[in-house]
């Protein structure tokens, strides 16, 4: 039988991803990356806070990948935005632009960690391929990224609620919860009952190719890929091992998917292997693909 996952499911696989020492070895800490917020439309919001919230992001995901620690941010306002710009500035940093207004940081933390999953995705590899499957696949990093903005969400308020910024923005750590739970809560984003992840790939294949940017599909899977996430715990980190593998580009999409799980040391893997499982039988056991080899690899 299926398993029906409710909000109350959902809760509980925030709480079961795992620590960021179990996901990199490492003891988690303050996020390195430089995050600069240049002056713009933000409404009432001051650049200082901006950058503070997105220090506040860059602090739940930085651990899981300590290859991305040390990066360089340039974040613009733009209503072109929210989006990773493929070029960078003249000193190295990469260009992220946002589309948010005043102090809603539930908003600024949901689009940014957005972005951010897009560069440890290592999306630049994607980016700079002229091969048209690379980009028919971009559907299924968009929906991983929409995954980490709900886990972030959920994250930045049990971080705010103990530990905020500042004392008086402590009252604001509801916001963060509130809002993931009522993006879950979205009719779109449930599975029917009658169907599998796998069969409603194969029903809606060619227009995740034609189109990433499909924004109630892409929420859907996203929300089948935080349950995983909560039954592979600490295996956030094999985000960043997506894109790795440049050839992968020109496979189809199950073999892209074989050269993730490929690349992803074994501690982490998990994650990957259930995702596979999910598309290719429509159950977690993962035994669709018990042959790969794993062999992990260095994020770019």
Known sequence: MREIWTLASFAVAFLLVGSPALATGLTPSASRIAIHVKQGDWGTARTQDIETVLTSVANVLVPYFPHRASIRVLVASSRQGPRVLLEKSPDGAHLVLLNVQDTRWDQFAYQFSHELCHLFANSEHREMSSDVVARNHQWFEEALCEAVSLF????????????????????????????AERLLGEKHRRLPLDKSVAEWYAENREMLESNPYLREKNEFLATQLIALLGVAPGSLGAIGYLNLERSSYSKSFEAYLESWYSCCPEAISDFARRVISLFTRGDHDGTAIAAVTVSGGTPY
């Open 152 to 179: 972030t969400l959920k994250q930045m308020a049990s971080s705010w609620e103990h530990s905020p910024p500042y004392p008086y923005w402590k009252d604001y750590a509801p916001a963060f919860r509130e809002y």
